[in-house]
T-cell receptor, first 110, second 113 residues
Framework: DQQVKQNSPSLSVQEGRISILNCDYTNSMFDYFLWYKKYPAEGPTFLISISSIKDKNEDGRFTVFLNKSAKHLSLHIVPSQPGDSAVYFCAASGTGKLIFGQGTTLQVKP | NAGVTQTPKFRVLKTGQSMTLLCAQDMNHEYMYWYRQDPGMGLRLIHYSVGEGTTAKGEVPDGYNVSRLKKQNFLLGLESAAPSQTSVYFC????????????FGPGTRLTVL
């Protein structure tokens, strides 16, 4: 039973356009959500987070949206850059431990 | 600061062999975690520790043991390796503040033949 799901294994966008990565969760007890970015042969690095009391958090080119009623969050990258090409994991927390989605591989084409 | 480091980076084992993966962090973090990453599965929690001398089971603990004798180190042991343990292993740490993010090491790629 996967509590956090990223249903799109991959996404390809043109440089300068918007990238939208999606994540769904099933456990209504989750109250904190994070996005991590992972390059090949490296560990994941923290990108952005959002608390369940908010519906939006923005940091530069990255914005995370949370829709609690739909149990859905999304990461928007605007504008997308070739250096953004990586695997993106969403993660959810309700007890301090993180539950990760399967990851979405983003390719940004020059 | 080196952050979170993992030793070794790569290892090949034969079925039944044992080994220990070492994780070290220099950020004085209370919490430490061991994950495994498999294709299409994301990161799954194996064991974790909320402080020196404490350990607890995560989502997929079978076949692994851990120890946290020093605050800065978290060891993951495989007593009798199996091909199903072929994976990339990541260690992470964070402060005691629950909503602080976890910092990850670079990973150890383990192959069990």
């Amino acid at each position: 039973d996967q509590q956090v799901k990223q249903n799109s294994p991959s996404l390809s966008v043109q440089e300068g356009r918007i990238s939208i990565l999606n994540c769904d969760y099933t456990n209504s007890m989750f109250d904190y959500f994070l996005w991590y970015k992972k390059y090949p042969a490296e560990g994941p690095t923290f990108l952005i987070s959002i608390s369940s009391i908010k519906d939006k958090n923005e940091d530069g080119r990255f914005t995370v949206f949370l829709n609690k009623s739909a149990k859905h969050l999304s990461l928007h990258i605007v504008p997308s850059q070739p250096g953004d090409s990586a695997v993106y994991f969403c993660a959810a927390s309700g007890t301090g431990k993180l539950i990760f989605g399967q990851g979405t591989t983003l390719q940004v084409k020059p | 600061n080196a952050g979170v480091t993992q030793t070794p980076k790569f290892r090949v084992l034969k079925t039944g062999q044992s080994m220990t993966l070492l994780c070290a962090q220099d950020m004085n973090h209370e919490y430490m975690y061991w994950y495994r990453q498999d294709p299409g599965m994301g990161l799954r929690l194996i064991h974790y520790s909320v402080g020196e001398g404490t350990t607890a089971k995560g989502e997929v603990p079978d076949g692994y043991n851990v120890s946290r004798l020093k605050k800065q180190n978290f060891l993951l042991g495989l007593e009798s390796a199996a091909p199903s343990q072929t994976s990339v292993y990541f260690c992470a740490s964070r402060t005691g503040v629950r909503r602080n993010e976890q910092f990850f090491g670079p990973g150890t790629r383990l192959t069990v033949l």
